[in-house]
T-cell receptor, first 113, second 109 residues
Framework: DSGVTQTPKHLITATGQRVTLRCSPR?????VYWYQQSLDQGLQFLIQ???????AKGNILERFSAQQFPDLHSELNLSSLELGDSALYFC????????????FGPGTRLTVL | GQQVMQIPQYQHVQEGEDFTTYCNSS?????IQWYKQRPGGHPVFLIQ?????EVKKQKRLTFQFGEAKKNSSLHITATQTTDVGTYFC?????????FGKGTLLTVNP
């Protein structure tokens, strides 16, 4: 158990819909990262937050947005969902948001029908 | 931007054979980390290397960091079925960690 929690574990929805994925980092970690992993794909970095502020942006679509709240939990919002958005979404956290070790949550499996 | 390339993408071995995955960075790294993702699981941190030429061992796993701090390797001796999964390297540079695409290892019993 990494100490990072993600909810929900599974999510099935339809095209065009909007969903919110939630992540709680390890106690003491200030930085949160979001990754997308499609079948047979590596980890696609989406976005990083540090202590409530956006720190780095990766290949995140305009239909996706995220935020980190004062209690340091984070939410990833996916809207106007398409079939191709079906994937595993991982949240990871680290202490200081630099090149330090990242601890991954169990992931949310999103299926768009 | 920084790129971390990992090869091979896939590797299938017979149980008992050795396995090596390689990681190369376009820039000099401050550190290199290795993660393992079991099938159906999430990436789990294995180890971090920070010194030029550093070699670390974990049982049958040997991790090396190149002299120029731009490449790294993970070698597994005498693979077992429990070694199956995807191995990711992640290079640290400019206060940022960049993941390679991973090597998927399958082991035939």
């Amino acid at each position: 158990d990494s100490g990072v929690t993600q909810t929900p574990k599974h999510l099935i929805t339809a095209t065009g819909q909007r969903v919110t994925l939630r992540c709680s980092p390890r106690s003491g970690d200030l930085s949160v990262y979001w990754y997308q992993q499609s079948l047979d794909q590596g980890l696609q970095f989406l976005i990083q937050y540090y202590n409530g502020e956006e720190r780095a942006k990766g290949n995140i679509l305009e239909r996706f947005s995220a935020q980190q709240f004062p209690d340091l939990h984070s939410e990833l919002n996916l809207s106007s969902l398409e079939l191709g958005d079906s994937a595993l979404y991982f949240c990871a956290s680290s202490v200081d948001g630099g090149a330090d070790t990242q601890y991954f949550g169990p992931g949310t499996r999103l299926t768009v029908l | 931007g920084q790129q971390v390339m990992q090869i091979p993408q896939y590797q299938h071995v017979q149980e008992g054979e050795d396995f090596t995955t390689y990681c190369n960075s376009s820039t000099t790294l401050s550190n290199i980390q290795w993660y393992k993702q079991r099938p159906g699981g999430h990436p789990v941190f294995l180890i971090q290397l920070v010194k030029s030429g550093e070699v670390k061992k974990q049982k049958r796993l040997t991790f090396q960091f190149g002299e120029a701090k731009k490449n790294s390797s993970l070698h597994i001796t005498a693979t077992q079925t429990t070694d199956v999964g995807t191995y990711f390297c992640a290079g640290g540079s400019n206060y940022k960690l960049t993941f390679g695409k991973g090597t998927l290892l399958t082991v035939n019993p």
